[in-house]
C-alpha cells in the first residue's frame, strides 16, 4: 500500500510556478530584442530617406552650377534627422552622399545607421 499523508509529493509543489517565470522571462528577453531590432530597422529606413534626398537636393543644385551643392545636401540631411559623413560632387551634376542616424536599440549601447545615395541627370 501506498500511504499519502498530507506531505507526500511536497518536494515537486511550487515547480510549476518556477517554469512559469522562466517562459515569462524569455518572453520578456525576445520582446526587448524584437523592440532593438524595430530601432535599427527604423533607423536604417530614416538614413536612407534622408540620403536619397539630401542627394537629389544637391544633384538638383550641381545642375543649376551652384557653388557648393554638398551644403544644400548637409541642411537636407539634417531636416531629416540624418548627420552627412561625406558628400562628392562627382562627373558632371553627379553626387554622392553618406549620412548616417544615431540609434541606441538598447540602454547603453549606441549604434550608427548609414545609408548612401547617388542621385545626378539620367544618362551620366
Not at 536619397?52 to 541642411?75: K, M
Not at 562627382?90 to 545609408?115: E, K
Amino acid at each position: 500500500m501506498n500511504a499519502q499523508g498530507p506531505g507526500a509529493g511536497s518536494g515537486e509543489r511550487g515547480s510549476a510556478g518556477v517554469l512559469v517565470l522562466g517562459v515569462v522571462a524569455v518572453a520578456l528577453v525576445g520582446i526587448v530584442l524584437l523592440s532593438a531590432l524595430a530601432q535599427a530597422t527604423a533607423a536604417r529606413g530614416l538614413a536612407q530617406g534622408a540620403a536619397d534626398l539630401a542627394a537629389l537636393a544637391a544633384a538638383g543644385e550641381a545642375v543649376r552650377g551652384a557653388a557648393d551643392p554638398c551644403a544644400t545636401a548637409t541642411a537636407v540631411a539634417e531636416r531629416n534627422g540624418a548627420t552627412v559623413v561625406s558628400c562628392a560632387v562627382g562627373d558632371g551634376p553627379m553626387v554622392q552622399v553618406r549620412v548616417r542616424v544615431p540609434v541606441q536599440p538598447l540602454p547603453g549601447w549606441t549604434r550608427d545607421a548609414t545609408a548612401e545615395a547617388r542621385a545626378g541627370p539620367v544618362g551620366l
